[in-house]
């Protein structure tokens, strides 16, 4: 029992923590690849996965779910919806730098804004997959302890509401 | 828990349903709602970047780096500044990749300079191979090193490097640099990509001489590693280059 009720005590402020974190880093990362939208093109077609039309449309728009997504966090709005729409965002992003890594291409992530190809021995497919599952754990966890301090929420966690109406 | 004590169970377990059903109900509107944002807001950001990319460029850096009008041989650079210079700069360059622009930005001025006080001359070699509009400007720079306005050019379309670099564009970007309407021969070199050979002919020239990135610069015929350059060093590399 004392466990627990330590648990439940601490889990709101690891919530925030995590809340911040994986916004925080969504927002920059978005931000820098919105100010370039010719690299952040370039960056998609590096991993040679989408048509010309298709990589020119996900340049230009996957940056703004990530600040879209990142305000949400920020702000603590609907935290459990969006941490899982986060983490499936996560998910892709590892899936496309793992295909890169498995097809031998010579990229950059470009997770955070420029991107492309680099010299062949100067890929860093291996820390960019770890960060990457370093923020989907986070986004696992915000799903499942969405309820946290400073959120906007309070609303659908998935918990029946204490406030009094 | 809170619930009224004189409810039978089967009363309490009815408004335990019904309060699950409103919750999934409120969940289904939040869901809907969050996506509808995001939707909102990616519709939006993508209408962003269309206008960004596909408007007209912005003036041009200006240069007094006089540059005569030059001819296009297929496999050969790009000459920019004096023939006399004591220090020929290399520089493979695509118009579209995002470093070329960042290395631009960074040590163009102190290139710029070394031009105009005659130490140096630039060899360009843009290649292109990043997207459609790597070709066309690559194209375009031909034209316009053609025309005599080559250096401004060059600088132009690394300082809009965000456009696409659509027809309409390339030859606004000779007007807003050269100062006056681009001739009716720019035009037509541009939109009938009269040097699309050549193009490829820089793509070929690079693999022969086992240039794999860009931005890479050669001072002198030797490679310069850009990853630990300042434009102090730079400067310095290039007057020691001039000394010798």
């Given at each position: 029992m004392a466990t627990e009720?330590?648990?439940?005590?601490?889990?709101?402020?690891?919530?925030?923590?995590?809340?911040l974190v994986l916004g925080g880093v969504f927002l920059v990362a978005g931000a820098l690849k919105i100010i370039d939208p010719q690299s952040a093109v370039a960056a998609v077609r590096a991993y040679e996965l989408l048509p010309v039309s298709m990589a020119t449309i996900v340049g230009w728009g996957q940056p703004f779910v990530e600040v879209a997504l990142g305000v949400l966090?920020?702000?603590?709005?609907?935290?459990?919806?969006?941490?899982?729409?986060?983490?499936?965002?996560?998910?892709?992003?590892?899936?496309?730098?793992?295909?890169?890594?498995?097809?031998?291409?010579?990229?950059?992530?470009?997770?955070?804004?420029?991107?492309?190809?680099?010299?062949?021995?100067?890929t860093a497919y291996g820390i960019e997959i770890l960060r990457d599952l370093g923020l989907l754990l986070l986004a696992l966890w915000l799903v499942w302890q969405p309820s946290s301090r400073f959120a906007v929420d309070g609303l659908a966690t998935g918990r029946p509401r204490k406030a009094a109406r | 828990?809170?619930?009224?004590?004189?409810?039978?169970?089967?009363?309490?377990?009815?408004?335990?349903?019904?309060?699950?059903?409103?919750?999934?109900?409120?969940?289904?509107?939040?869901?809907?709602?969050?996506?509808?944002?995001?939707?909102?807001?990616?519709?939006?950001?993508?209408?962003?970047?269309?206008w960004r990319t596909s408007r007209a460029p912005s003036a041009a850096p200006s240069t007094s780096v006089s540059v005569s009008p030059v001819t296009i041989t297929n496999g050969r650079p790009i000459p920019l500044g004096s023939a006399e210079a004591p220090v020929t700069i290399t520089l493979y360059e695509d118009f579209h990749c995002p470093h070329c622009a960042d290395f631009e930005e960074e040590f163009g001025p102190t290139i710029t300079q070394a031009q105009q006080s005659a130490t140096a001359r630039v060899?360009?070699?843009?290649?292109?191979?990043?997207?459609?509009?790597?070709?066309?400007?690559?194209?375009?720079?031909?034209?316009?090193?053609?025309?005599?306005?080559?250096?401004?050019?060059?600088?132009?379309l690394f300082a809009?490097?965000?456009?696409?670099?659509?027809?309409?564009?390339?030859?606004?970007?000779?007007?807003?640099?050269?100062?006056?309407?681009?001739?009716?021969?720019?035009?037509?070199?541009?939109?009938?990509?009269?040097?699309a050979d050549w193009v490829t002919s820089m793509n070929a020239a690079a693999d022969t001489n086992g240039v794999d990135q860009t931005p890479t610069m050669l001072i002198n015929g030797k490679?310069?590693?850009?990853?630990?350059?300042?434009?102090e060093s730079l400067r310095t590399m290039i007057n020691d280059a001039a000394q010798k």
């Amino acid at each position: 029992m004392a466990t627990e009720s330590r648990l439940a005590a601490a889990a709101p402020w690891a919530s925030t923590g995590a809340r911040l974190v994986l916004g925080g880093v969504f927002l920059v990362a978005g931000a820098l690849k919105i100010i370039d939208p010719q690299s952040a093109v370039a960056a998609v077609r590096a991993y040679e996965l989408l048509p010309v039309s298709m990589a020119t449309i996900v340049g230009w728009g996957q940056p703004f779910v990530e600040v879209a997504l990142g305000v949400l966090l920020l702000a603590g709005i609907a935290t459990r919806i969006v941490a899982a729409a986060s983490g499936l965002l996560l998910v892709i992003f590892i899936a496309a730098v793992v295909s890169a890594a498995v097809r031998g291409l010579s990229i950059d992530c470009g997770c955070f804004g420029g991107g492309g190809p680099v010299p062949p021995g100067q890929t860093a497919y291996g820390i960019e997959i770890l960060r990457d599952l370093g923020l989907l754990l986070l986004a696992l966890w915000l799903v499942w302890q969405p309820s946290s301090r400073f959120a906007v929420d309070g609303l659908a966690t998935g918990r029946p509401r204490k406030a009094a109406r | 828990m809170s619930g009224p004590k004189n409810l039978n169970a089967r009363e309490r377990a009815r408004l335990a349903a019904d309060q699950a059903a409103a919750r999934k109900r409120e969940r289904r509107i939040l869901i809907i709602m969050i996506a509808a944002f995001i939707l909102i807001v990616v519709g939006g950001g993508i209408a962003f970047q269309a206008w960004r990319t596909s408007r007209a460029p912005s003036a041009a850096p200006s240069t007094s780096v006089s540059v005569s009008p030059v001819t296009i041989t297929n496999g050969r650079p790009i000459p920019l500044g004096s023939a006399e210079a004591p220090v020929t700069i290399t520089l493979y360059e695509d118009f579209h990749c995002p470093h070329c622009a960042d290395f631009e930005e960074e040590f163009g001025p102190t290139i710029t300079q070394a031009q105009q006080s005659a130490t140096a001359r630039v060899e360009l070699y843009p290649m292109a191979f990043i997207d459609e509009g790597s070709i066309t400007a690559a194209n375009a720079m031909a034209c316009a090193a053609e025309a005599g306005f080559g250096q401004a050019y060059y600088l132009g379309l690394f300082a809009n490097h965000t456009l696409q670099w659509s027809d309409p564009q390339l030859i606004d970007l000779a007007a807003k640099v050269s100062g006056s309407s681009p001739s009716e021969g720019f035009r037509t070199c541009v939109m009938r990509r009269a040097h699309a050979d050549w193009v490829t002919s820089m793509n070929a020239a690079a693999d022969t001489n086992g240039v794999d990135q860009t931005p890479t610069m050669l001072i002198n015929g030797k490679e310069v590693d850009i990853a630990t350059l300042t434009p102090e060093s730079l400067r310095t590399m290039i007057n020691d280059a001039a000394q010798k």
